[in-house]
């Protein structure tokens, strides 16, 4: 099972990038996922997290901005960010509860930067 987490970018402060993590291999379902966050000197955060069932949870800092999201059939799960500010600026990782076989692993992908400009 692979993570690909892609969407990053620069963008200008008020902008909006959508983020999306494409799970694949030989996946029977996909647990909860997160997309976590690390800026340079700072611990990593969960910024949001969905389950199997849909149901959503935010760091505060991010809602009302960010909504994350799922496409079940692609193995897929999305990260719309709107409103952007400098401090959203980070390396932004998914990480996902996977059942492929006979138990649940957890995977992580590469990351992807996120630049907001002042």
């Not at 690909?4 to 999306?20: N, P």
């Not at 949001?48 to 897929?76: H, L, M």
């Not at 692993?105 to 992807?112: A, F, K, L, M, V």
């Amino acid at each position: 099972v692979q993570l690909q987490a892609s969407g990053g970018g620069l963008v200008q402060a008020g902008g909006s990038l959508r983020l999306s993590c494409a799970a694949s291999g030989r996946i029977i379902s996909i647990k909860n996922v997160g997309w976590y966050r690390q800026a340079p000197g700072k611990e990593r955060e969960l910024v949001a997290g969905i389950s199997e069932s849909g149901s959503t949870n935010y760091v505060d800092s991010v809602k009302g901005r960010f909504t994350i999201s799922r496409d079940n059939a692609k193995n897929t799960v999305y990260l719309q960010m709107n409103s952007l500010k400098p401090e959203d600026t980070a390396v932004y990782y998914c990480n996902a509860l996977v059942l492929a076989g006979t138990h649940a692993d957890n995977y992580w992908g590469q990351g992807t930067q996120v630049t907001v400009s002042s």
